[in-house]
């Protein structure tokens, strides 16, 4: 208690003006509504400027990710200009390249001799009597046969490794029931395989023990000697159409007497590099046999580099000889094929065996259909170019006609000149 004006007053009361006591005041719904103003005011105001720092650091990384965007735009838009400008640089290049093969050959021969004047055609060329000798495969080849796979006693075909249709075979008791691999006296080929129109035999390389020379023998009666060499002498694109076995190949030089170097990749199993050829080809024909000669083997070329995905191989050899039954533009023909390749790897014999049957007469067969195919396709074409002129020369008949009715209706009786 504490004594004011006289009075004792209670510790702790406040003193109104004039020394009247005043009461603790309770709290009104203005103060909680002053209050909670001041609090959503403040609450407000963190509000804004979380959010300005917000919106700043936004804008701050936008303009960061944008900047990346545009470099790299600017970045593409550069390497796809170079790359169209080298596009069309290579399209230059291609076009400028099929107007200069289009050319005649004597303006790429003379490109060849000014690139290639380390290459010696001399060294390589066979002269005309040793290509002469090779006319006699046809002769050899049925010579074998009659010492090798026919009956003595009754004339028939003796069975190699399979019977081939159309085909009659010797029943003979005193003969095995087949002669594959079968030596005979004086013959150094033994029977491989037959299969439709084709022969094989084989026989061990002396200088390369478990590699062998093939020989094979075979008839067409459905294409011309012609059309087979013309398709065998190809080294265009189309040799890929039917050729599945050729990666790629090309001609390298050639000279004024036909003769060719070309490179030849050949495409080999998974695991294995595919096969490469530089090889020298020359042929030639009798004009009065018809007979058609083609030898080709390995050789070396200023051009034609080795490569590292490639295995090149250095020894290669094939004789093609074509025989036709009557000339050379007629249906039907005679063919031998004897060749040797070193691979470079030493094969089982059952892998080098189950290659050769496969591969060998697929080859032959596809070049039989590739033969028929040109022949077609140039019918064809004939066909369409003689309907071709067959229209055009009646539109003029026909405008010839109209011309001379409308002189008739016009009173003009003068002779009109004729068209073809």
């Known amino acids: 208690m ?19 006591p005043s009461l603790p005041r309770k709290p009104t719904n203005a103060d909680a509504w002053i209050k909670f103003s001041a609090s959503l005011g403040r609450t407000r105001l963190k509000i804004a400027e979380n959010s300005i720092i ?9 303009e960061n990710v944008m900047v990346q965007k545009v470099k790299r735009t600017h970045s593409i838009a550069n390497l796809y200009s170079r790359i169209y400008q080298r596009e069309r640089l290579f399209e230059l290049l291609r076009l400028m390249a099929k107007r200069f093969k289009a050319q005649s050959r004597k ?14 055609y001399k060294k390589e060329r066979l002269s005309e009597s040793d290509l002469s000798i090779y006319n006699g495969e046809i002769d050899q080849c049925n010579k074998i046969i009659q010492q090798t796979v026919t009956c003595g006693d009754c004339g028939l075909r003796l069975k190699i490794d399979k019977e081939v249709l159309d085909v009659t075979y010797c029943r003979c008791p005193s003969h095995s029931a087949s002669v594959y691999g079968t030596e005979t006296e004086g013959v150094p080929w033994k029977p491989f395989l037959e299969r439709k129109n084709i022969l094989v035999w084989r026989m061990e390389n002396p200088k390369h023990k478990g590699m062998y020379i093939y020989k094979m023998y075979g008839r067409f009666d459905d294409v011309s000697a012609e059309e087979f060499m013309s398709v065998q002498l190809d080294m265009s694109e189309f040799r890929r159409s039917w050729d599945t076995s050729t990666a790629q190949c090309h001609i390298l030089d050639e000279n004024e007497d036909g003769a060719v170097v070309y490179h030849w990749e ?35 070329h200023p051009n034609c580099p080795t490569s590292r995905k490639t295995w090149r191989v250095q020894d290669y050899f094939s004789v093609m000889t074509v025989k036709p039954f009557t000339s050379p533009d007629k249906n039907g023909i005679e063919f031998s094929l004897t060749g040797f390749e070193n691979p470079g790897v030493q094969l089982p014999e059952a892998i080098i065996t189950w290659v050769a049957i496969r591969g060998m007469p697929e080859f032959m067969e596809n070049i039989r259909i590739s033969c028929i195919k040109l022949r077609k396709d140039e019918e064809a074409r004939k066909a369409v170019k003689k309907v071709n002129l067959s229209t055009t020369s009646c539109s003029k008949q026909s405008s010839q006609a109209n011309r001379v009715q409308d002189q008739s209706m016009y009173g003009q009786t003068q002779a009109q000149p004729a068209y073809a």
Request: net charge positive; proline share 4%.
């Open 266 to 300: 050949v495409n080999w199993p998974r695991f294995f590099s595919n096969r490469d050829y530089c090889c020298y080809r020359q042929h030639t024909l009798d004009p009065e046999t018809g007979i058609a000669v083609m030898v080709a083997r390995s050789t070396e």
């Open 2 to 20: 504490t004594r004011a004006w006289g009075c004792l007053v209670p510790r702790g009361t406040r003193h109104a003006i004039g020394g009247a």
């Open 54 to 62: 917000f919106l700043k650091n936004s804008f701050l990384q936008f």
């Open 107 to 120: 303006i790429m021969m003379s490109g060849a001799i000014l690139s290639n004047v380390d290459y010696d």
